[in-house]
T-cell receptor, first 114, second 115 residues
Framework: DSGVTQTPKHLITATGQRVTLRCSPR?????VYWYQQSLDQGLQFLIQ???????AKGNILERFSAQQFPDLHSELNLSSLELGDSALYFC?????????????FGPGTRLTVL | GENVEQHPSTLSVQEGDSAVIKCTYS??????FPWYKQELGKRPQLIID?????GEKKDQRIAVTLNKTAKHFSLHITETQPEDSAVYFC??????????????FGAGTRLAVHP
C-alpha cells in the first residue's frame, strides 16, 4: 500500500457523459500527478499540481481538466467521454524538498466507456 | 521535446538468466532516472532509481547504470525468477525542487521469465 488513495476503483459510463476521479496523496506530499494508461500501453503523463498550483501539463485533452484543493486532494474531470477514453487512470504523489522525485502511485481507477 | 525510448518492448528469458533493458533520453537536463515494475492490473512500483551524480547503483539482484554523456541508462536483473515477470518502465526527470519534476516514461518492456 503506497498511501495514495483513489476513488472509485471502477467506473462504467456511456459516451458523452462526464465523470470525476478523485485522488488523495500521501500525508505530507504536495505534488499530485495524473497518468492515463490505455490497454497494453505505457504511462501517459496528463498533468501535475504542486501545493494547489498547476506545475506541468502533458498530453491532456481539452475535454479533461483537473484541480488540487487546499487539503491537497485532487480531482480529474473527464467530459464528453469517448470510447477511446477507456483506460486506467493513475494518480501519484511525491514529497517536497531536495529529493522530491520518487512518485508513489495509487491503485488506479479503471474507466470503461460504453 | 522530452522523450524516453525503451528497448526491447518484450523480453523472454529462462529462469536464472540475466535480463537487460535499455533506455535513452533526450532532455540533457534530466538528472533523476527511476525504474518502475508493474504487474498486471496493479500500480507501478519503484524498484530502483539513480541520480546523475552516480554511474551505477545496485540492490541485490537489480542494478542500474547511467551514461550521462551518451544519455543512456540500463536496468540489469541477474538470476531472474518467475516472479520478476512484469512490465518494466524507465523514466527521466529534471528533478528540480518546488515541484518541477514531472517524469517522462519509456513505453515499457514486458519481461517473461520461464521456469
Amino acid at each position: 500500500d503506497s498511501g495514495v488513495t483513489q476513488t472509485p476503483k471502477h467506473l462504467i459510463t456511456a459516451t458523452g457523459q462526464r465523470v470525476t476521479l478523485r485522488c488523495s496523496p500521501r500525508s505530507g506530499d504536495l505534488s499530485v500527478y495524473w497518468y492515463q494508461q490505455s490497454l497494453d500501453q505505457g504511462l501517459q503523463f496528463l498533468i501535475q499540481y504542486y501545493n494547489g498550483e498547476e506545475r506541468a501539463k502533458g498530453n491532456i485533452l481539452e475535454r479533461f481538466s483537473a484541480q488540487q484543493f487546499p487539503d491537497l486532494h485532487s480531482e480529474l474531470n473527464l467530459s464528453s467521454l469517448e470510447l477511446g477514453d477507456s483506460a486506467l487512470y493513475f494518480c501519484a504523489s511525491s514529497v517536497p524538498g531536495l529529493a522530491d522525485n520518487e512518485q508513489f502511485f495509487g491503485p488506479g481507477t479503471r474507466l470503461t466507456v460504453l | 521535446g522530452e522523450n524516453v525510448e525503451q528497448h526491447p518492448s518484450t523480453l523472454s528469458v529462462q529462469e536464472g538468466d540475466s535480463a537487460v533493458i535499455k533506455c535513452t533520453y533526450s532532455d540533457s537536463a534530466s538528472n533523476y532516472f527511476p525504474w518502475y515494475k508493474q504487474e498486471l492490473g496493479k500500480r507501478p512500483q519503484l524498484i530502483i532509481d539513480i541520480r546523475s551524480n552516480v554511474g551505477e547503483k545496485k540492490d541485490q539482484r537489480i542494478a542500474v547504470t547511467l551514461n550521462k554523456t551518451a544519455k543512456h541508462f540500463s536496468l540489469h536483473i541477474t538470476e531472474t525468477q518467475p516472479e520478476d515477470s512484469a512490465v518494466y518502465f524507465c523514466a527521466a526527470s529534471r528533478g528540480l525542487s518546488g515541484g518541477y519534476n514531472k517524469l517522462i516514461f519509456g513505453a515499457g518492456t514486458r519481461l517473461a521469465v520461464h521456469p
